[in-house]
């Protein structure tokens, strides 16, 4: 005879996970501090009199009538609303546990419109504010193309510091192969194997060495600086008419676009490599976050052994990335020399490849947001230049630093608690 004992096993308790959720105090701390710099700067040291802005049209586009404003109330107007914005941000932390990106970014427009109304106040010449964006978007053309570089590349595992020399590579072999043949298309296709030239040595040795990245990137930087500083001072101030004197990109309004007033002017009467930096910022969106090559990518820049597990090449996926990533950052050097200065000087990036790293942080590692950021820090350099043709009363030293502290001021700040690719800077070694 067979005895069953029945082993019942009661009903476990259900088991409840506890989301963490951790805080970010910096956005409201940085939104209260501006707002009291607000209240300082534009109520105590208020300005009188006027602010006209003025809206110029271009070659093509109309212009629009002038907007004359009193510089004392707007300013007032718009500072209460600032420092409402920043106690309201303790209450959407206390209710959400973060303030949303876009609560910042209104914040910061209405502190740029009220900065502006009390610098070009008292009388002052009339602020251009079509020249003012216009500017903004051709500096921040280098930034936006370091910043899709630098996307990519940590998107896929590889932190990118080698932004900077990838742009000023870029920089000095279009500047030599365009002089040389006269051709601004071989100059834009030797922009792009400069930065591929570059991104091989930043992939040799972080992918197939394990060298700390970090540290390959800050000596790549420093490694082109070198060079591109020998070559010139031996090589092309000798000869600068044949080797440092290339043809500047032609302007290529699109008709219809170009006639919009100031929109047109800013955004549709630009250079080849402008339209380029547009195709370039849609193409690395819909290809990272719409396609099988994404998908691989972003798949080794977070977990390298999974995507190892079904079959995908980590080390060639990574290596192959950089490189592209490279190849967008060249062209982005190139509009240093073809698009704007039209020839090649020392140092001319001056640290504008670590401007984009920055956005690229900014941006949380999408290429969109990384966009706007680089607008943004286009936009702040810019902006010395114009308050100084306008007759501002602002330092000229606080206009020189302003694109590093509205740069320091946006990632440590507004930017909140971000978490990139959880791979980046972790070399991958195969068990």
């Not at 000229?396 to 590093?404: D, R, T």
Request: proline share 6%; aromatic share 12%.
């Amino acid at each position: 005879m067979t005895t069953t004992t029945d082993h019942t096993i009661p009903d476990a308790a259900p088991i409840v996970l506890e989301k963490t959720v951790v805080k970010s105090w910096k956005t409201p701390i940085t939104l209260s501090i501006v707002a009291l710099l607000s209240i300082v700067l534009f109520i105590v040291f208020r300005r009188g009199g006027d602010t006209t802005f003025t809206f110029a049209g271009g070659r093509i586009a109309p212009s629009l009538p002038q907007l004359v404003v009193p510089t004392t109330l707007t300013c007032v107007i718009l500072t209460t609303l600032l420092a409402a914005m920043a106690a309201l941000s303790w209450w959407l932390l206390a209710r959400f546990a973060k303030v949303p990106l876009w609560y910042s970014s209104v914040f910061a427009f209405i502190f740029v419109v009220a900065f502006l109304t009390w610098a070009a106040g008292d009388n002052s010449r009339p602020l251009p504010i079509t020249s003012l964006l216009l500017g903004a978007v051709s500096l921040s053309v280098p930034y936006i193309f370091g910043a899709l570089g630098g996307v990519i590349s940590e998107r896929s595992g590889v932190v990118n510091i080698a932004i900077e020399g990838q742009l000023l590579a870029g920089a000095f072999l279009a500047a030599v192969v365009a002089s040389m043949t006269g051709s601004v298309w071989l100059g834009l296709v030797a922009a792009v194997v400069a930065g591929v030239l570059v991104s091989f040595i930043l992939a040799a040795f972080a992918i197939k060495y394990y060298v700390d990245q970090v540290i390959v990137g800050v000596v790549i930087n420093v490694l082109v600086l070198g060079l591109t500083n020998f070559f010139y001072s031996q090589v092309l101030a000798k000869d600068a008419s044949f080797l440092n004197d290339p043809p500047l990109l032609p302007s290529l309004p699109i008709p219809g676009l170009s006639a919009i007033p100031v929109i047109g002017p800013v955004l549709f009467d630009q250079s080849i490599i402008v339209y380029l930096m547009y195709i370039a910022v849609a193409a690395v969106y819909i290809g990272l976050f719409h396609t099988r090559w994404g998908l691989r990518l972003r798949s080794v820049g977070e977990h390298p052994q999974a995507a190892d597990t079904v079959g995908i090449n980590v080390t060639g996926t990574r290596f192959w990335n950089v490189s592209l990533a490279g190849a967008i950052v060249g062209l982005g050097g190139a509009y240093f020399t073809l698009g704007s200065v039209g020839s090649f000087s020392e140092d001319m990036t001056g640290g504008q490849g670590y401007i984009a790293l920055a956005a690229v942080i900014f941006g949380r590692w999408d290429p969109i947001r990384a966009t706007l950021a680089a607008l943004l820090f286009g936009f702040a350099s810019n902006l010395q230049y114009t308050l100084a043709a306008v007759g501002s009363p602002v330092p000229s030293e606080f206009l020189l630093m302003l694109p590093y502290v509205v740069t320091i001021l946006a990632v440590a700040g507004f930017v909140g608690y971000v978490r990139g690719p959880a791979a980046s800077g972790k070399p991958y070694i195969k068990s």
